[in-house]
């Protein structure tokens, strides 16, 4: 449909990008203004009024003014519409997010991981563009360090010394990494959200992209309908609502 640190990197670019924006958002207060919240919607009608007022105060002095939307921020609300309208995709990401903050929260735990990985676990700022699909793909990049680490003798002497709560939380947490399904599901959502990463990463690079940008939609919606609609996904009778998100956002932004 036309529009009109000395840890190697796995994926270089990707991983570059990722690092750069990574904070500990145990200290950020509500854990509902972290990454994965869906927007306010109240703060998003009172940002567009404004934008839209400012664009006609502009408008009557500068006619000439050729104004273009933030195709990155639309497509970034994309992904907190699919935290709004797929609870499987929700569930999913809040038990990675479970995860790393365990792991960031209990010191001793988290040097047994970088002892089996080159690569860190992340927690992204809620203001980095995709932050949902960039905590999932570091979590698959170090499956099998995670994997590693809650088999060996030292990850059991660690949840034996712990207290009650902290070693139910931890068995939970080693369950979940011992769980085929679990990494199943976040293949599915990496594969879903993939195509929409990468435009976001086009539009977010440098140079002029507005002669692309309508292309790089209509590829990322083939690409999508050809990953939704398999037969083997789980969620392909999603697919009707995930492509009209894409298409609702995209008229709104124009």
Same mark, same amino acid.
């Given at each position: 449909?036309?529009? *009109?640190?000395?840890?190697? #990197?796995?994926?270089?670019?990707?991983?570059?990008?990722?690092?750069?924006?990574?904070?500990?958002?145990?200290?950020?207060?509500?854990?509902?203004?972290?990454?994965?919240?869906?927007?306010?919607?109240?703060?998003?009608?009172?940002?567009?009024?404004?934008?839209?007022?400012?664009?006609?105060?502009?408008?009557?002095?500068?006619?000439?003014?050729?104004?273009?939307?933030?195709? $990155?921020?639309?497509?970034?609300?994309?992904? @907190?519409?699919? *935290?709004?309208?797929?609870?499987?995709?929700?569930?999913?990401?809040?038990?990675?997010?479970?995860?790393?903050?365990?792991?960031?929260?209990?010191?001793?735990?988290?040097? #047994?991981?970088?002892?089996?990985?080159?690569?860190?676990? #992340?927690? !992204?700022?809620?203001?980095?563009?995709?932050?949902?699909?960039?905590?999932?793909?570091?979590?698959?990049? $170090?499956?099998?360090?995670?994997?590693?680490?809650? !088999?060996?003798? @030292?990850?059991?002497?660690?949840? @034996?010394?712990?207290?009650?709560?902290?070693?139910?939380?931890?068995?939970?947490?080693?369950?979940?990494?011992?769980?085929?399904?679990?990494?199943?599901?976040?293949?599915?959502?990496?594969?879903?959200?993939?195509?929409?990463? +990468?435009?976001?990463?086009?539009?977010?690079?440098?140079?002029?992209?507005?002669?692309?940008?309508?292309?790089? +939609?209509?590829? +990322?919606?083939?690409?999508?309908? $050809?990953?939704?609609?398999?037969?083997?996904?789980?969620?392909?009778?999603?697919?009707?609502? !995930?492509?009209?998100?894409?298409?609702?956002?995209?008229? @709104? +932004?124009?």
């Amino acid at each position: 449909m036309a529009f *009109g640190s000395k840890r190697k #990197l796995v994926d270089q670019n990707d991983d570059r990008e990722a690092e750069a924006d990574e904070v500990d958002l145990d200290n950020s207060g509500d854990e509902q203004n972290s990454a994965d919240g869906a927007p306010d919607e109240e703060d998003e009608s009172a940002e567009h009024g404004t934008a839209k007022a400012a664009k006609s105060l502009l408008d009557e002095v500068h006619k000439h003014i050729f104004w273009s939307p933030c195709v $990155v921020r639309t497509l970034n609300l994309v992904f @907190k519409d699919f *935290g709004n309208n797929f609870a499987w995709m929700v569930d999913t990401y809040q038990t990675p997010k479970a995860i790393v903050k365990y792991f960031r929260n209990h010191q001793h735990f988290l040097n #047994l991981f970088r002892g089996n990985s080159e690569l860190d676990l #992340l927690k !992204v700022s809620k203001t980095r563009f995709a932050s949902h699909y960039i905590l999932l793909k570091r979590l698959m990049d $170090v499956r099998e360090a995670l994997t590693t680490t809650v !088999v060996t003798s @030292k990850w059991k002497d660690l949840v @034996k010394a712990c207290d009650a709560q902290t070693r139910a939380a931890a068995n939970v947490i080693g369950q979940n990494i011992m769980d085929e399904t679990f990494w199943d599901e976040i293949k599915i959502i990496l594969g879903i959200t993939k195509p929409l990463y +990468m435009v976001i990463k086009f539009s977010d690079g440098e140079g002029p992209k507005a002669g692309d940008i309508y292309e790089k +939609m209509d590829n +990322m919606l083939g690409e999508l309908q $050809v990953v939704m609609t398999k037969e083997d996904n789980p969620h392909m009778d999603d697919w009707p609502e !995930v492509e009209n998100i894409i298409l609702e956002r995209w008229g @709104k +932004m124009n």
